[in-house]
């Protein structure tokens, strides 16, 4: 997702979700989880071993984010963990974001506040979240939503 930042953002932490991603999960629990953990950002993930084509994230053993992989592939069954797009972020830590460039999270936002020792930290959700970004993915989640699935 490449973004500018805007100048107009408050005090309060805010969430970023990308256009083409479905979940029923709530977020708030998110948001709060942010709050206490400290970071400048919180990355929600999902673990799967379908990581062909999808940002995975390489944590320690306190859910701090110590690495990614942009649209890498794991050994197959090799359950990972997979970026679903949606993220919790300290307005302090988007005004740093160049507003000249356009910045993509996973490849340019967050790998550099990892270069600079900045703290991100990981939610973790308990299903995947469905990428719509595709004609096929889009009409299976119309078929979802009209059975209810």
Do not use: W
């Amino acid at each position: 997702m490449c973004l500018r930042p805007s100048p107009k953002l408050g005090d309060d932490p805010f969430i970023v979700l990308y256009g083409d991603v479905l979940t029923n999960e709530p977020l708030t629990p998110m948001v709060a989880r942010h709050s206490q953990q400290g970071a400048v950002a919180t990355l929600a993930v999902y673990e799967s071993a379908a990581t062909e084509g999808k940002g995975t994230i390489e944590v320690d053993k306190s859910d701090l984010v110590t690495g990614f992989t942009e649209k890498g592939t794991t050994t197959p069954g090799e359950l990972a963990l997979i970026n679903a797009g949606a993220y919790v972020v300290e307005p302090s830590f988007a005004r740093r974001i160049p507003e000249s460039l356009e910045s993509d999270f996973g490849h340019d936002v967050f790998p550099a506040a990892l270069a600079r020792g900045e703290r991100l930290a990981i939610y973790r959700l308990s299903a995947p979240v469905l990428d719509v970004g595709i004609p096929s993915a889009l009409e299976l989640a119309r078929q979802e939503s009209r059975t209810g699935c």
